[in-house]
C-alpha cells in the first residue's frame, strides 16, 4: 500500500514535494533558547536554507516514555523542563499550534508499534529552544514524539524509517540532543568551548562515521570502548540521532554544523541530512 494515501486530511490539500531534509540539533543549554549566540544564530540560518515547512516533528531527548507517543493537541504547551536557570528563560512561551490530524497520520504510519496520541505533554525544552529560533512567529505546527526508553538503538533507527512519507509532504524531521552528554563530567572552565579528549575523540569518530554514512557503528555505539561510554553514560540524548540517519536515503548527504565541543564533556556538533 502506498504510505502516502494515508494522507488524507492534514496532507490533502497538498502535493508530494522534493524530499525536506532532515535535522539533528545539538541543543545543550537551555539558555540557547533566549540567547543570540553561534548555536543560536545557525539554528536561524539553517532555517532560512531549508524549504519553509508545513509542519516539524521533533523527536526531543526530554520526552523518554515508554512505549511510543505523540503530541495530539491543538495547542501543545511550552514545558519548562528544568531548574536554576533565569526568570526570564521561564517566562518563554512559544505558543506554536499542533495538529491532531497530523499526529493521527503519523500514529498510522509507525506499523512496528501502537503509538499512543497524548493529550498531556506539550513542547519541552529540547523542542521549543531550538524550534523558536528557526521560526520565531510560531506559526507552523510542531509535534513530539517521544522515545521508548525500553527499546535500543536499532529499534529507533528502524521506527524512524516508517516516518519517511513524512518528508514528501512538506514534514521537518529534527532530532534534539547532543551527540556526547555526559553532564556529571561537566567542567566549567570549558563552558565557553573545549572538551576533553574523551570527548573530542568520541566526537571525530561519530563524525567519520556519520560522514561515511557508516551508521551501523552509531547503532552498536556500546560496543565502541570506554570512550564512547563516557560520550552516552545515559542514551536519551544520543537516541534522536537515530532518527535523522534512520532517515537518510542512499543518495543523500551529511554535512555538519555547530561543531564545536563545550563544557568539555558535551557537544553541539549538528547534522543536516538532504538539500
Known amino acids: 500500500m502506498n504510505t502516502l494515501s494515508q494522507f488524507k486530511n492534514f496532507t490533502s490539500g497538498l502535493s508530494a514535494t522534493e524530499l525536506m531534509p532532515v535535522l539533528f540539533m545539538g541543543h545543550g543549554s537551555p539558555m540557547n533558547g533566549i540567547e543570540v549566540n553561534e548555536f543560536s544564530a545557525k539554528w536561524a540560518e539553517i532555517a532560512k536554507s531549508i524549504p519553509v515547512p508545513q509542519a516539524v516533528l521533533v523527536v526531543s531527548a526530554h520526552w523518554f516514555t515508554r512505549g511510543t507517543r505523540i503530541t495530539a493537541m491543538d495547542f501543545p504547551p511550552t514545558i519548562h523542563d528544568f531548574g536554576g536557570f533565569p526568570q526570564a528563560l521561564f517566562d518563554v512561551q512559544y505558543p506554536a499550534p499542533g495538529n491532531p490530524q497530523l499526529a493521527q497520520e503519523t500514529a498510522e504510519l509507525i506499523k512496528g508499534t501502537s503509538v499512543i496520541l497524548d493529550h498531556d505533554w506539550g513542547l519541552d ?69 573545549g572538551g576533553y579528549d574523551w570527548a573530542l575523540e568520541m566526537d571525530e569518530k561519530f563524525k567519520s562515521l556519520i560522514l561515511n554514512k557508516d551508521h551501523n557503528p ?43 565541543a563545550v563544557g568539555g564533556s558535551l557537544t553541539m556538533t549538528s547534522v543536516k541530512i538532504g538539500a
Open 125 to 193: 525544552h529540547g523542542a521549543w529552544s531550538v524550534v523558536k529560533n528557526m521560526y520565531p512567529e510560531a506559526n507552523i505546527p510542531v509535534l513530539q514524539l517521544s522515545i521508548d526508553y525500553t527499546k535500543d538503538a536499532r529499534y529507533h533507527y528502524e521506527l524512524a524509517q516508517e516516518l519517511a512519507a513524512l518528508r514528501r509532504k512538506g514534514v521537518l524531521i529534527l532530532g534534539s540532543g547532543n551527540m556526547v552528554h555526559n553532564l556529571r563530567m561537566m567542567s566549567w572552565e570549558m563552558i565557553n568551548g
Open 218 to 260: 552509531l547503532i552498536n555505539y556500546q560496543q565502541m570502548g570506554s570512550a564512547a561510554l563516557l560520550a552516552i553514560p545515559t542514551p536519551e540524548h544520543y537516541l534522536p540521532l537515530m532518527y535523522t540517519l534512520g532517515l537518510q536515503q542512499a543518495n543523500e548527504e551529511a554535512s555538519l554544523f555547530n561543531d564545536k
